[in-house]
Every structure is written in structure tokens, then in C-alpha cells.
């Protein structure tokens, strides 16, 4: 059974950093493609960045120069370096198989992330 479990998250202040790790299970790993999505009220889902499954990375422009996205495939684990984090940032923030799949099964279970002073 698919299985992706969100840690990490947290509540930091303007400035700082976290690294959100997303560990993966029911799935041959390394064939596919992780992203990280988020989702803040009021906001429709955002991706944030995905990475393929031979090491491509795309990131959404309001991230870029602050966060990376990297995986392992030895641990089935997909992480999110988030720096300079701003108050904009503060939203739920999935793992995902794909980027923004429809398959409910395809999305972990969230961990909020709070930037405030």
C-alpha cells in the first residue's frame, strides 16, 4: 500500500530555516518523480518543487534561491531545505508522487509549516 509520511514541520521565525523529509513506501522508489506542494487558506494548491527520478529539479518562482528539494533513493526519502523563510511560506506542506496528482493515495498526510514572529 502507497505510503508517505510528512516530518519536520514546524514553527520558525522570518529568516530561518527548516527541512521538511518525506519518507516513501509501497512504491518502487526511484522510478518516479517527488514533488512538494502546499496548500495556505484561503489558497489553492501550490507546487512547490519536484525532482525526477534521475535528479532534475523545477522550482516554483516564489522559492527559487531559497528552498531545495533532494531525494535518496537508499532511504526511499524525498527532503525540503527551506531557507530564508518568509511569512508567506506558512502553509501545509505535502509530499507527493508526481507533481499535484490526482490520486488521493499519491499525496502524504501534511506538515504545517508556521513563519511568524
Known amino acids: 500500500q502507497v505510503q508517505l509520511v510528512e516530518s519536520g514541520g514546524g514553527l520558525v521565525q522570518p529568516g530561518g530555516s527548516l527541512r521538511l523529509s518525506c519518507d516513501a513506501s509501497?512504491?518502487?522508489?526511484?522510478?518516479?518523480?517527488m514533488a512538494w506542494n502546499r496548500q495556505a487558506p484561503a489558497k489553492q494548491r501550490e507546487l512547490v518543487a519536484s525532482i525526477t527520478s534521475s535528479g532534475i529539479t523545477k522550482y516554483a518562482e516564489s522559492v527559487k534561491g531559497r528552498f531545495i528539494i533532494s531525494r535518496d533513493n537508499a532511504k526511499s526519502t524525498v527532503y525540503l531545505q527551506m531557507n530564508n523563510l518568509k511569512p508567506e511560506d506558512t502553509a501545509v506542506y505535502y509530499c507527493?508522487?508526481?507533481?499535484?496528482?490526482?490520486?488521493?493515495?499519491?499525496w502524504g498526510q501534511g506538515t504545517q509549516v508556521t513563519v511568524s514572529s
Open positions: 507527493t508522487i508526481g507533481e499535484l496528482p490526482s490520486r488521493s493515495d499519491y
Open positions: 509501497g512504491i518502487m522508489f526511484r522510478i518516479y518523480t
